[in-house]
């Protein structure tokens, strides 16, 4: 291999510390930062990435998997027996089809597009069955390829401007909800391509809400990739066209607006800036006052309801842990009517308690959110971690249950 060749950790025969300093320096992140992130010194970090320390133990190279968002643990330890994907779930059977009906162009087609109304009743019914069903994923993934090839039709046979602009609203939405279905799926160059494709549906479309929404799911696509500047970047500058709209705003304007400034203040939370996290969460809080009280956004679930929920994550993303379980405890699970979002609530619930060392708690708040919604926890990497985790732990009753609840989300075979 050529001096000047950066080894590739995917590829090339190096031990675990070798692997985690090249990913640690892909991520952008210093030695000081990974080892805060840990709960461990910077110094820590050298030894380890130097060969002094050895391979941590399972447990805590699933937090430096996390940390670095390392997708499959073999890419972190070089071990292909541990094939364990953390932040890509297995491939639902739906998948498939979905991609197809992303990727096909549909030139010349003589589709005729249904009308207006007919596809906005099916988008509205698409958007209840993911909030209501707990295999959300199969409702979803059922109905996304006809939707995707309506809403394209649509805009193609549009006959006014103002009818391709309403028909670009309607074809953003449905690329949003394509972006949920493929989240966590083994192919995430496709997430980005679906988020790219809803924000320019979006923009043509000229409304504020379907541009809110596109730059909130950016948001979250650069954050999950470490690229923080870039989703500090999207959010702000959306957050400074909508705020001189909000006086005269509708209640779905206003709580994309709050979706976006909770999204800030994760980001700033997931750097570790807590009084700008904290104001960022203050500022969403007071926009959720605005919105009537039974008031939940279709696709963000933005609403007094969840503010709380958010509340937990910063906290979480924060590694604060007394607080987290605090702020666990204000927010109540119940209040949220959509299943994914409170199944979600949950695993930040197990997240909190874990990171306050609690693991028992955490695995029986892991349990309730795979009660609640199965198809949101078998597909989130937080919890697959933590899972994982504990399915090594030193108490045998512990050792169990977590190997219950890995077999049911497929991670261990019965």
């Not at 110094?43 to 941590?56: D, F, I, Q, Y």
């Not at 980005?192 to 799911?217: C, F, K, N, Y």
């Not at 809080?285 to 709380?308: M, N």
């Not at 029986?364 to 926890?377: C, F, R, S, Y």
Request: proline content about 6%; glycine content about 6%.
């Amino acid at each position: 291999m050529s001096q000047n060749t950066t080894p590739d950790p995917y590829s090339d025969p190096l031990v675990f510390g070798q692997r985690m300093q090249i990913l640690r320096t892909r991520r952008g992140l210093t030695r000081g930062q990974l080892g805060g992130l840990l709960g461990r010194s910077g110094s820590w970090v050298k030894a380890v990435e130097t060969g002094r320390l050895r391979t941590p133990h399972l447990p805590l190279v699933l937090r430096v998997a996390e940390v670095l968002r390392v997708r499959n643990l073999s890419e972190l330890t070089g071990d292909q027996s541990l094939p364990a994907d953390l932040f890509a779930g297995p491939g639902h059977p739906r998948f498939a089809a979905v991609r197809e009906a992303l990727n096909s162009l549909n030139l010349g087609s003589t589709h005729e597009a249904p009308p207006a109304a007919h596809l906005t009743a099916r988008l509205s019914r698409a958007w209840a069955a993911r909030h209501s069903a707990p295999d959300h994923r199969e409702v979803v993934g059922a109905l996304l390829p006809g939707l995707i090839r309506d809403a394209q039709a649509s805009v193609r046979q549009a006959e006014t401007v103002a009818d391709r602009k309403a028909a670009q609203a309607r074809l953003a939405e449905t690329y949003f909800l394509a972006q949920f279905f493929c989240a966590y799926q083994p192919d995430a160059p496709l997430v980005w391509r679906v988020a790219e494709r809803g924000m320019t549906a979006a923009q043509d479309s000229e409304d504020p809400h379907a541009i809110g929404l596109a730059a909130w799911l950016t948001t979250q696509a650069h954050r999950d990739s470490a690229h923080y500047e870039a989703a500090d970047a999207v959010t702000l500058e959306t957050l400074r066209y909508l705020t001189p709209l909000l006086p005269d705003a509708t209640a779905d304007v206003r709580a994309v607006a709050g979706a976006l400034t909770v999204e800030a203040g994760l980001t700033a939370a997931r750097r570790g800036e807590t009084g700008t996290a904290w104001h960022h969460w203050d500022q969403a809080r007071l926009l959720a006052e605005t919105l009537p009280p039974a008031y939940f956004h279709p696709v963000t679930s933005f609403s007094r309801a969840v503010i709380g929920a958010h509340a937990v994550t910063v906290a979480v993303e924060l590694h604060a842990g007394g607080e987290s379980v605090r702020q666990s405890a204000r927010a109540e699970a119940e209040a949220i009517p959509s299943r994914p979002r409170r199944a979600r609530h949950r695993i930040e619930q197990a997240r909190a308690y874990h990171l306050d060392a609690q693991p028992d708690v955490a695995l029986a708040t892991l349990a309730q959110a795979h009660a609640t919604a199965p198809d949101t926890i078998r597909y989130n990497g937080y919890a697959r971690r933590i899972i994982l985790e504990e399915t090594e732990a030193k108490s045998p009753s512990r050792r169990r249950r977590a190997s219950d609840l890995a077999t049911r989300l497929g991670l261990l075979t019965a």
